[in-house]
């Protein structure tokens, strides 16, 4: 097996990071994925982070070990841990989804504001905040939004309760002034809520979300080390830190296809 | 330091015991108490038995390694593993919350039917209907409720987003043929919750919650050891895997009073 060949790594906590694969099964068919989610150990949201740092390390040795060409941390708690990932594992290229987030918004709103609305731990890192300004004093406002991810994960994407929960946590963000122009969803899990919020916030508000604009830039990666597959379609496989059956059965809500029990494999990252 | 003086240890994947140690404090108001809350890698609801049972282990073992007399599981999910939980802890007694909830349930209503709201892994597991039917056939209905944690860990107790999410998971509960006639809350973070419930399941419904009926308990249990504390007030310390901050900030909503921060310790659990 030769670079090309070699499968993408994603990793998130849980089964989030699965709206990430599922852009980039879109915009790339011809790769192969494995996926690790650790769902023994999830939410990272209310983490530490160096909990989140130890066991982002980890997870990506786990997907080395099985000869991944390029790691895809697909978990916005996780990518505050970057910098460290990409020390830790070179020569294997790592990505995150913080930086495309942040530029995609960038673009969609070059004076701002714009809106973040992710967990909490991502909120208090400022990571999105951090990225979005580094190229320049955009004004940036955030909002935590910890009901979010049980409502995506009781697959609660419409109807009262969801709209009453949106409402909540988007009416004061959309209240601010100015009213912000772009809304960037800052959690892997958000997606699946997209048509939902988008509707709450307004069609004058440009929606971002980093799984597309991940994929968009795992592609240039893949260019840039001359790393693409041809061929074949290429398929998935995943691990599951616990709970391979109900990663298989929830995680349809987030791949937007079903997922075989037979492709899901329970794995131990030691400690 | 003779047994009588030991403190009192408890543990719970996070904060929910924490409506333990308040029942606690109100029955045996003299004892002193450690509670170890493992933060870092809640929840335990949706986690397999044989991962919960080696948290619980590890978690206990650093409860007694710091002297403590008597050991409460409080929490629903990791009650299941209380055989294996005696067995490798011998001799210090292990006290769950299921036997003695299932014991009130039965009491509040002895020919049922008994309805039980749990978490998902609780439910799965149906340690509740088998305690509960243990001493004889009694009707017993299950529902999972996996939005009620969220809720309680984000204050979100009354309200119309709270009243909706109760009815959501109450009223199918509750329209069952012979109705329900005793409620039991099978989760440590439902008490929090419980004047809501209440309100939804009517006043014809005897409302159970393992917390109060565990101090109960345990303080029967201490008689049998002849381990009782006497004299002047106790006073509680607290452990947590991660975020002590977080711990003492959020753990107020359970606990029914502020928790100093100089009183939680960070305590790594090892793998």
């Known amino acids: 097996m030769n670079g090309r060949d070699q499968p993408i790594g994603i990793f998130d906590s849980g089964m989030g990071g699965l709206t990430v694969l599922r852009a980039l099964e879109a915009r790339l068919p011809s790769e192969r994925y494995l996926y690790l989610g650790d769902t023994a150990r999830l939410p990272y949201g209310t983490k530490s982070p160096d ?77 999105y905040v951090q990225a979005i300004q580094a190229a320049g004093a955009i004004p940036v406002v955030q909002q935590a939004c910890p009901l979010f991810v049980p409502l995506a994960e009781e697959g609660l994407v419409e109807g009262p309760i969801a709209e009453a929960i949106v409402h909540r946590y988007l009416d004061p963000v959309m209240a601010t002034v100015p009213k912000p122009r772009c809304l960037l969803l800052g959690c892997t899990h958000y997606p699946v809520l997209s048509n939902l919020i988008a509707r709450t916030a307004g069609k004058d508000v440009a929606l971002v979300d980093s799984a597309a604009t991940t994929a968009e830039a795992v592609a240039a990666l893949l260019a840039t080390h001359d790393l693409e597959r041809n061929g074949a379609a ?38």
Do not use: W
């Open 234 to 271: 290429g398929g998935a496989r995943f691990f599951a830190t616990d709970s391979p059956d109900r990663f298989a059965r929830l995680g349809e809500i987030f791949l937007g296809r079903a997922i075989d029990p037979g492709t899901v494999d329970l794995v131990d990252l030691g400690a």
């Open 51 to 127: 909990t989140v740092r130890r066991y982002a390390i980890q997870a990506s040795h786990t997907l080395i070990d099985r000869g991944v060409k390029l790691i895809v941390i697909a978990c916005n708690t996780a990518s505050v841990a970057l910098p460290a990932l990409m020390e830790a594992l070179a020569p294997v290229p790592v990505i995150g989804v913080i930086e495309p987030g942040a530029a995609a918004a960038r673009e969609a709103a070059p004076s701002g504001p714009i809106a973040v609305i992710a967990t909490e731990g991502t909120v208090k890192g400022g990571a």
